[in-house]
């Protein structure tokens, strides 16, 4: 049954593709400029130099800057520190992408890896910044507090995903790895930039697919379920609508909280070797997108 849904699906959405060219065309073109002009400059040179500080143990000078105050805030490890550093700078999907890669060197535990999965896969302050307030919002006076909610929601939603994975304060054990010697070569280089390329084609892929998809949905009735399917898409399709900010404001955050369905499907890609399960981590994004709906609610109506 489960391979016939699937069949159905891919099917129908080949046959609409046909039955709507241009769309299909706008979409890929609207995908393909997203990554080349944004994501791929952004985001590719952060991969390679993250690949190389895990590899050749560097991680631990980042670590040790952010050590005091993150490990006491998140009860996580010394390496789990850079994974919290890099998810909450970086954007989608750095964050799952850093932690599978600590996961498959073995310098967290499994355990902890779907813990740091759960609060620090985030979007990137840049693309707040740049993107949601002054392209969209087009209004600097909500800068610092869309910055605090979008911050806040995970940060809270932490303290309560650690009870599942029984974290306790100290119970994070100190790596053994923090005397490794630091070895680089031009080999381990070029491993790292061809994971980094292999890295960013998929997202790249990822996000043209759905920016198709979203292309295509837009001629259905289906109004409800278009922005969540990528959140550059849907926030702008969210914004053109003559909605008040009241109204917006809230939907935009929780949207951009959850991520959408396209950085779903990149982080899942990108956690597959690790296995983690990316079934908690939806589940973990929704609850931490209500919250931010919320916490922006209160925002927009009774403090701004």
Request: net charge positive; aromatic share 16%.
């Amino acid at each position: 049954m489960k391979k016939i849904v699937s069949l159905f699906i891919i099917v129908g959405f080949f046959v609409i593709m046909l039955i709507f060219p241009r769309q299909t065309f706008e979409g890929a073109s609207n995908g393909l400029l997203l990554w080349f002009q944004i994501v791929l400059p952004t985001l590719l040179p952060f991969i390679i130099l993250s690949n190389l500080l895990i590899h050749t143990n560097a991680v631990t000078y980042i670590s040790s800057i952010v050590k005091p105050f993150v490990q006491r805030l998140f009860r996580v490890s010394d390496y789990g520190c850079y994974a919290v550093f890099v998810g909450f700078l970086c954007g989608y999907p750095m964050g799952a992408k850093v932690v599978a890669d600590l996961i498959q060197t073995e310098k967290i535990s499994q355990r902890e890896g779907q813990y740091l999965l759960s609060f620090c896969n985030n979007t990137s302050p840049m693309f707040i910044i740049s993107f949601i307030v002054m392209q969209q919002f087009k209004n600097e006076s909500l800068l610092l507090g869309t910055l605090m909610i979008l911050y806040l929601a995970p940060v809270l939603c932490s303290f309560v995903f650690r009870r599942f994975y029984q974290v306790k304060k100290h119970s994070y054990s100190e790596t053994n790895h923090s005397k490794e010697a630091f070895l680089f070569d031009f080999n381990l280089l070029d491993n790292c930039i061809m994971n980094g390329f292999e890295t960013i084609t998929k997202v790249g892929g990822y996000i043209i697919l759905f920016s198709i998809l979203f292309a295509l949905i837009k001629q259905f009735p289906l109004v409800w379920l278009i922005p969540t399917l990528e959140i550059s898409c849907g926030i702008s399709y969210i914004t053109s609508l003559a909605i008040p900010l009241a109204t917006v404001y809230p939907y935009v955050l929780a949207l951009t909280s959850f991520g959408g369905f396209c950085a779903i499907a990149q982080t899942n890609s990108m956690i597959q070797e690790s296995k983690l399960s990316i079934l908690p981590y939806i589940t973990q994004k929704l609850i931490t997108a209500f919250l931010t709906y919320l916490l922006a609610s209160i925002y927009i109506n009774y403090i701004y």
